[in-house]
């Protein structure tokens, strides 16, 4: 794989983990990968293997094809959500929020 393509998968997950509020030890540990190798990862300087690919994958809820190849994420419709979350406070708002994100790292 060329430097260019580790670069730009180093940037995918960056920017999914930025996303997710998460930092690079959360989300190694998450992905039960170790912290040096995941911030490998990020930078584009070692290459992943099928089995680190998949754990990402499923830790951070985004496709292998988006992973590899920058692909559009597949995106369900949100409107029902968005329509609940339409009338909520501020402190709400950050409440539903916080389920959010351990409800999708639990999946």
Do not use: W
Request: include cysteine; hydrophobic fraction near 35%; charged fraction near 30%.
């Amino acid at each position: 794989m060329e430097k260019t393509q580790l670069t730009e998968i180093g940037h995918r997950l960056r920017q999914r983990r930025t996303e997710l509020g998460l930092t690079r030890d959360k989300m190694s540990e998450l992905a039960d990968i170790g912290n040096g190798y995941y911030g490998q990862l990020e930078v584009g300087t070692s290459q992943m293997s099928i089995d680190t690919l998949i754990k990402l994958s499923n830790s951070m809820h985004l496709s292998m094809e988006y992973i590899i190849f920058g692909e559009d994420k597949k995106t369900g419709d949100a409107s029902p959500v968005l329509e609940l979350l339409k009338d909520c406070t501020p402190r709400e708002l950050k409440l539903a929020e916080d389920v959010l994100k351990l409800f999708l790292m639990k999946n």
